[in-house]
């Protein structure tokens, strides 16, 4: 049994064919789903997706890519939306240096005001950080959040990542840990114990290797948690066992 512990299944990519993927990946061994919406229309649709499939959870909050939308308004939203059973986490909220949709000062203060937003409703985050590692974790040092949660497709180097540990953090591994290029992961997966590592698809996005090019899907979170196996010299199993109960953990599914 694997958890995809973060996908967008909300998006428009699967309205075709969602029942298709939601049986491909409980054939494939996945047996719980987080869905992050990414601003307030998609967390509404993320909710309604998770009360749609058993699987499936919902984190809601609004992506860097999206703070420009924000007002006192989107928070009311939030707060009722929060409300609703399941709803696990808050995120994904964090920097995004890299396509710089939004200034970076505002991505840097509305990051803060949803680390607080999050503490505020007793929820774990879900960190998004893209080209932006070192504000990233002086935010992430600087907040008090008591229920830490998980950096997303994580893409720092080991440094970073004891980092995150440090600071009470899992580390989440998307399916890019397969490609060519991905040195710096590999090394981060060998050298961070299994009881910090989640598994990740991002889907509709970064396909593994062995699709890469095509829409990602949950079924393939098993390529991540493959190559982890590989990496650390363990089963499968080991990695299914660990990295599930590591996502039951931080999101509080038992
Ligand atoms: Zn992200
Ligand atoms: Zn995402």
Known sequence: ML??????????????DRQQVMTRAREAGVDLIITV???????????????????????????????KEISQGTYDALVEL?????????GEIG????????????QIRRFGEQLEFAQSLDLPVIIHDRQAHKET????????????????CFSGDYNLARQCLDLGFYISIPGTVTYPKAEEIR????????????????????????????RNEPAYVVHAAE??????????QEVEAATTGNARDVFALH
Not at 3 to 16: G, K, P, R
Not at 82 to 90: E, H
Not at 138 to 152: F, I, N, Q, S, T
């Open 3 to 16: 958890v995809d512990s973060h996908a967008h299944l909300e998006l428009e990519d699967f309205d075709e």
């Open 37 to 67: 919406g990414i601003n307030l229309a998609d967390c509404r649709r993320a909710i309604e997706i998770a009360e749609m499939y058993d699987p499936v959870y919902a984190a809601i909050g609004i992506h860097p890519h999206d703070v």
């Open 82 to 90: 929060a409300r609703r059973d399941k709803v696990v986490a808050y």
């Open 95 to 106: 920097l995004d240096f890299f396509r710089n949709y939004a200034p970076r000062e505002m």
């Open 137 to 152: 974790i002086d935010m992430l040092r600087g907040w008090k959040g008591r229920k830490r949660g998980v950096v997303h």
């Open 187 to 214: 090394d981060v997966v060998k050298r961070v114990p299994l009881s910090s590592l989640l598994v990740e698809t991002d889907a509709p996005f970064l396909a593994p290797q062995s699709h890469r090019g095509k």
């Open 227 to 236: 190559k982890i196996a590989e990496l650390k010299g363990v089963s499968l």
